[in-house]
């Protein structure tokens, strides 16, 4: 089984979001990186299929330098080889559109991504990569059984589970339920020693499309105090919500 | 041109979302002078849409639609799209529109804009505020694209009547079938979602043990309101992945959000932070959700949740 799992690199969950460049770029300054949790998912899930029924695991992501550790991290974690495309990341379609490239000259049976990225949250990528290849996909998937060629998964939906089955070649979007968070792998010393050793290939990206492109970033207005309710007087708090808030 | 936005059905009725998007695509049709054109697949009551200013519903009749799939409904949604020259198409933020929506946008050659919280303009092309970060900012996005296709967030740009009458065409036509074989589909019945809820109860740890849930329960019942659990209740197995908001978890943007026992982790406030009133009950005063919610109450859920409870029973009765 040859698998391709898609990296992003993110700003950590408890990072302070801030802006440079005339509120235009993330303020990267102070802030640790780490594999995007949804992706991390899917590859645990990756590193348990090649354990157990034997697979080929490349990581993949599209980059500058600055994402190569977290790529050696994956390696770390199980994945055979990395790949980096070397292009600053515009938008979902022109990720896209490189990653689908890559995989076009590869023979992978499976792609896994995450069902989104935890800084954009745009949830491009997936649908759109798999739009590209004309493949079938799976989002917001939080189960994947393979037997040979065929695979079964299900998908988190509004108010309920999906189950669905398809054959090779298969996208799927992955989301906690694929595997559980105590279940992700930690590096141990001989992973990390290994990794090192592992190819970390760094390609040149294909066309590039952008379609959309960032004009600014804004932050919320900054939120007024709590207003805090005696509870013995819950009059007050449903008189707020419905007269001020007005939400009841 | 036309402005076409998808409205999506439960059980042959539109979904609340259907009225949000028909709101916003009839207020961005207004801004360009072109028609508002909406579209849905077997809406039965898919003349309401008039009560918000559409004027003319394509209501898809396939077969092959009955079960969705994102290939099929993106294929079909493409077509409409063609025929009725849309410029913008408008999607929900359900996840069967986040899951279609980009399928749609290469299908069309259009750029895709996630996540909208606002009307869009128009100068030199299109541009959007979206939110990102988790709710912990905003992207102002321009695409340049001739056609593009926005998903809107929930409860972001709320109902808007505009009462008119709409003119439902029924219309066949040869959608791609989908790769996926969809080998069965659960879902809770008569109980609402936490994607279609104006109002969210959600429990944390502080509620002690899965056996306590009857508070959460009873006054989400009696608000009429969706359940839901922090990560370490979910984790603990007291209640189903399912009911987990926060950063991996499901997003909620609802009217108002009620969180009881749950101290309020940077994860959890980033899954929560776009609904739009928050109410804390916590016994301790020190817990970082007080800084980020609107109203509080410093004491102990097992006290003041029942009370709450009748109070508000007596009120809504």
């Known amino acids: 089984m040859n698998i391709l799992v898609c990296i992003s690199n993110v700003p950590d969950t408890t990072s302070k979001i801030n802006f440079v460049e005339n509120d235009t770029q993330f303020d990267t300054q102070g802030v640790q990186f780490i594999i995007n949790p949804n992706d991390e998912f899917g590859l645990t899930r990756a590193v348990w299929l090649q354990q157990k029924q034997g697979a080929k695991i490349t990581v993949l992501t599209v980059g500058d330098a600055s994402c190569e550790p977290i790529l050696r991290k994956c390696l770390a974690i199980g994945a055979d080889q990395a790949v980096r495309i070397d292009a600053v990341p515009t938008d979902g379609f022109s990720v896209a559109q490189a990653i689908a490239a890559y995989a076009q000259t590869q023979n992978f049976d499976l792609i896994i991504t995450g069902r989104e990225s935890i800084d954009y949250n745009g949830g491009m990528v997936p649908g759109m990569l798999a739009g590209i290849l004309d493949i079938p996909y799976v989002t917001n998937c939080n189960g994947l059984e393979i037997s040979g060629t065929d695979a079964t998964a299900t998908r988190e939906i509004d108010g309920g589970i999906e189950k669905v089955s398809a054959s090779f070649p298969l996208l799927i979007a992955a989301q906690k339920g694929l595997v559980e968070e105590e279940d992700l792998i930690i590096p141990n010393m001989r992973g990390i020693m290994q990794a090192r050793k592992k190819p970390l290939e760094v390609i040149p990206p294909a066309e590039e499309t952008v379609q959309t492109q960032t004009v600014r970033f804004e932050k919320p207005q900054p939120k007024g105090a709590v207003k805090l309710v005696d509870p013995d007087d819950l009059d007050t708090l449903i008189d707020l919500l419905q007269n001020e808030a007005k939400v009841l | ?317």
Not at chain 2, 74 to 89: C, F, N, T
Not at chain 2, 114 to 120: D, K, R
């Open chain 2, 1 to 317: 041109m036309s402005v076409l936005f998808f409205a999506e059905t439960e059980g042959g009725q539109l979904k609340k979302n259907a009225f949000e998007n028909a709101s916003y695509a009839h207020a961005i049709a207004g801004q360009l002078g072109v028609a508002v054109v909406g579209i849905c697949v077997g809406a039965e009551n898919a003349d309401l849409l008039g009560t918000y200013g559409v004027e003319k519903v394509i209501r898809l009749k396939n077969a092959g639609l009955e079960t969705f799939t994102a290939r099929a409904y993106a294929d079909a949604l493409a077509q409409v799209a063609q025929s009725q020259k849309a410029q913008l198409i408008v999607l929900s933020s359900s996840a069967d529109a986040r899951y279609l929506a980009p399928l749609l946008a290469v299908k069309l050659g259009a750029g895709y804009l996630s996540n909208a919280v606002a009307l869009p303009t128009f100068e030199e092309g299109l541009q959007v505020k979206r939110s990102c970060f988790t709710n912990k900012a905003f992207q102002i996005s321009h695409s340049a694209q001739a056609v593009n296709v926005i998903s809107l967030s929930a409860n972001a740009f709320g109902i808007h009547e505009n009462s008119t009458n709409a003119q439902v065409e029924d219309q066949e036509i040869a959608a791609e079938t989908s790769k996926l074989q969809v080998e069965e589909v659960s879902k809770v019945t008569g109980q609402i979602t936490i994607a279609d809820a104006d109002i969210v109860v959600s429990g944390g740890r502080g509620l002690k043990g899965p056996e306590n849930w009857n508070l959460v329960e009873d006054l989400a019942t009696t608000l009429g309101a969706a359940t839901a659990c922090s990560k370490p209740v979910s984790d603990l197995g007291w209640r189903p992945h399912s009911e987990h908001v926060g950063q991996t978890g499901k997003p909620v943007a609802s009217n108002l959000y009620i969180a009881i026992g749950i101290s309020g982790a940077i994860q959890h406030l980033a899954g929560i932070n776009t609904s739009k009133v928050k109410v804390v009950i916590n016994n301790d005063p020190e817990a970082p959700f007080f800084k980020a919610a609107d109203y509080g109450i410093v004491g102990d859920a097992f006290d003041v949740v029942p009370r709450l409870t009748e109070k508000l029973k007596a009120i809504l009765a």
